[in-house]
C-alpha cells in the first residue's frame, strides 16, 4: 500500500492552503494525479524553487527574490508615505490600483490577543524603526482589515504614530463603487454615512 500511502500524504500536503479541507485536497490531488502529471510536475518545482529562493524584503517584510524589493529599491516612490498593510497579498492587490505612490510596511499579520499573536509576531518594533529612520515620514495609511481584528491593530498602530509624531490616517470605508444600496449591508452603510465627504 505504498501508492495509498503517498496519495495520503499529497492529500494531506495539499489541505496547509487556506480553505482546502480533505474533499477539495483529495479532488485537486486526483485531478493531478489522473489528469495533469506534467502540470504536478511544474507544480511541484515551483514551490520548490519558491520556498528556497523567494524571502521577505529586509525594508518592508513583503515577498521578494532580493535583499529588497521592487518597491523599495524604487527612488521615484516617496519615502514621506508609508502604507501599512497585514499580508503580502494586500500590498499586491493596492499596487494594481496604480494610484499609490509611496512605500508599504508589510505586518505579516493582525494583533490578535486571544490567538496569542502579539505586537512583536506582527512586527511592530521593526515598524518603530522605520518610522524614526530617515527620511521622516510623514503620513502612515493604516490599511489593515475591516475586522475586529484589524481595526484594533489599525488603533495600537495610530496611537504609535502619534507618539512618535507622525501624522496617521485610516483607509474610509463605504459602499462598493457600482452597488445598489439596497443589496448592501448595513455596517458599511453606517461607516459610508459617518465617513462621507463633501461633492
Do not use: K
Not at 515620514?137 to 502619534?162: D, K, M, N, P
Request: aromatic content about 4%; proline content about 6%; hydrophobic content about 45%.
Amino acid at each position: 500500500m505504498a501508492d495509498a500511502g503517498r496519495l495520503q500524504r499529497l492529500i494531506q500536503a495539499l489541505q496547509c492552503l487556506p480553505g482546502v479541507g480533505a474533499r477539495s485536497a483529495a479532488r485537486m490531488a486526483y485531478h493531478l494525479l489522473q489528469h495533469d502529471r506534467a502540470g504536478a510536475r511544474r507544480l511541484a518545482q515551483a514551490l520548490l524553487e519558491a520556498a528556497d529562493g523567494v524571502r521577505h524584503c529586509a525594508l518592508c517584510h513583503t515577498l521578494c527574490e532580493e535583499e529588497v524589493c521592487a518597491t523599495c529599491a524604487d527612488p521615484a516612490r516617496d519615502p514621506r508615505l508609508l502604507c501599512v498593510v497585514e499580508t503580502p497579498a494586500d500590498q499586491a492587490v493596492l499596487e494594481r490600483t496604480g494610484t499609490y505612490r509611496g512605500r508599504y510596511f508589510v505586518l505579516l499579520g493582525r494583533l490578535s490577543p486571544l490567538d496569542g499573536i502579539g505586537p512583536d509576531a506582527v512586527g511592530l518594533r521593526p515598524l518603530v524603526q522605520r518610522l524614526q529612520a530617515e527620511p521622516p515620514v510623514q503620513e502612515l495609511i493604516l490599511a489593515t482589515s475591516f475586522t475586529a481584528e484589524g481595526e484594533a491593530t489599525a488603533h495600537v498602530i495610530a496611537e504609535l504614530a502619534r507618539s512618535l509624531g507622525v501624522r496617521a490616517t485610516r483607509l474610509a470605508r463605504g459602499v462598493p463603487l457600482g452597488s445598489e444600496l439596497e443589496f448592501v449591508d448595513p455596517g458599511t452603510i453606517a461607516h459610508a454615512l459617518a465617513d462621507r465627504r463633501p461633492t
